[in-house]
């Protein structure tokens, strides 16, 4: 199976429109999935429980009784963790470690500081009460996004950390509740898609309201987060995988192959793009591709991956490829250059930026420690990493001394009556010394 995948040349007249071309996607735009979800959103706030079972028992072929039947006893992480072979339980150890040492350098802190006038203002920081958390079942299991999600969110102090996760059949993924158990999540309950997300944002007599729901899934699951923000916070509404690789032709083109394939893997939208100011350099890599790609197991994929969403793109150097991808902003980016921290510093938008040859985008996925929750779909223009900051809440301080409310309050008294608001100006000016 050889592949065939888009070529792009900087150089050309219409590379922008191509380029634009090339990225374009969104696929939360669908209004048979916004109609589908918003009639579950609207059953799970009018018939709570039972709605829930019923579509529970609906798409995840199951045959559930009681809303009982759909969380998981404490006791049921704790065995799958004990049951865990040796190597994944060091594996995910070392991960959890990794991650929470990262996440303790996020950690936001209260603040404040005193004026002349003995006026006293700051900034006082606390964490979100609950947070709900979406992990998807079934074939699509993920025990790593348990522990980049739940880690910063118990980091922050969060109290109570539920995670919702879709057991097709009855069936669990052991790996996914032993991180679970590993990473501190207070409740599981085994329910997914729509409906789950629905769950957590109105409550219903067994799933508690939560203030935030993070975490990835399918397009309804998308689709819900969206159509419940502002009910409660999302993390993000998150896009195919990406990764854009820029190198300098002196990496060894296996390498590069294979680090495109390890996002193209995840599903046939996934985005592939390598750029390079050396031509001879693409084409080993795409000689690599083809050679390799006979020893993938999700070869079809991959495949599928590269030739609808991939490509190569030549430029003049690396000043461009660093333009390009500020472009683009993408998830992953890659530096495989000789001198990868003064690249860096031309790299405006990215979520994760991976310096130097030797570090591949699948340790940052895995245990490297920075979080794998990224911005899509050039989200990176205005949007960072998953973070502790994103599961804590920021309440300003202001202590006003006779001192200062004399003084601010004859400039808001001024301003106020301005906007002809007179309360607001009397309500200063009681403060006034007389």
């Known amino acids: 199976m050889a592949i065939s995948i888009q070529k ?3 150089s050309t007249p219409d590379f922008t429109q191509q380029l634009q071309e090339l990225l374009a996607y969104d696929e ?38 009681s809303a009982a039947q759909l969380q998981l006893a404490k006791d049921t992480l704790k065995a799958a963790w004990d049951n865990l072979p040796a190597a994944q339980a ?30 006293v203002l700051g900034q006082y920081v606390t964490p979100l009460d609950s947070v709900g958390l979406y992990v998807p079942g079934g074939k699509a299991a993920y025990p790593s996004s348990v522990l980049m999600n739940a ?30 158990y590993l990473a501190g999540v207070d409740r599981v309950f085994t329910i997914g898609g729509a409906q789950a997300i629905a769950a957590l944002a ?8 939560v203030a935030k729901i993070v975490g990835p899934g399918n397009i309804y699951v998308a689709t819900a987060k969206k159509l419940v923000f502002g009910q409660v916070g999302i993390d993000m509404i998150a896009g195919p995988s990406e990764i854009l690789i820029i190198c300098d032709g002196q990496t060894e083109p296996d390498w590069i192959a294979m680090d495109l394939f390890s996002q193209a893997e995840h599903d046939e939208n996934a985005q592939a793009i390598l750029l390079s100011p050396d031509g001879n350099f693409l084409n080993a890599v795409e000689n690599s591709m083809n050679r390799l790609l006979p020893e993938m197991e999700r070869q079809g994929i991959i495949a599928a991956s590269l030739q609808s969403r991939g490509a190569f793109i030549k430029v003049e150097n690396l000043d461009q490829a660093a333009e390009v991808a500020n472009l683009i902003a993408p998830e992953h980016l890659e530096l495989s250059v000789a001198e990868p921290e003064v690249l860096c510093q031309k790299i405006r938008h990215a979520g994760a930026i991976f310096l130097g040859r030797y570090t591949a985008e699948a340790l940052g996925d895995y245990c490297a420690g920075p979080n794998h ?18 599961f804590q809440k920021r309440s300003s301080l ?37």
């Not at 929470?100 to 002349?116: N, V």
């Not at 929750?373 to 990493?385: E, G, I």
């Not at 202001?398 to 009556?417: M, Q, W």
């Open 8 to 10: 792009l040349d900087t």
């Open 28 to 65: 939360t735009g669908d209004l048979e999935v916004h109609q589908r979800v918003l009639a579950i959103i609207a059953d799970i706030r009018k018939s709570g429980d039972s709605a829930l079972i019923g579509y529970t028992n609906r798409f995840d072929n199951r045959v559930v009784d």
């Open 90 to 119: 060091a594996a995910l150890e070392t991960a959890a470690a990794r991650i929470r040492a990262y996440a303790q350098q996020q950690k936001l802190a209260s603040w404040q500081y005193t004026e002349a006038d003995g006026t």
């Open 151 to 180: 880690i910063p969110a118990k980091v922050a102090g969060v109290a109570d950390l539920i995670m919702v996760s879709p057991a097709p059949k009855g069936e669990t993924n052991p790996m996914v509740l032993a991180a679970a």
């Open 202 to 209: 109105y409550g219903t007599e067994s799933v508690p309201k």
């Open 373 to 390: 929750v990224l911005p899509t779909a050039s989200t990176a223009r205005f949007s960072s990493p998953l973070g502790v900051y994103d």
């Open 398 to 434: 202001i202590n006003c001394s006779a001192l200062g409310a004399d003084s601010l309050g004859k400039i808001a008294s001024v301003l106020a009556r301005g906007e002809g608001l007179t309360a607001h100006a009397r309500s200063a000016e009681y403060r006034i010394a007389k």
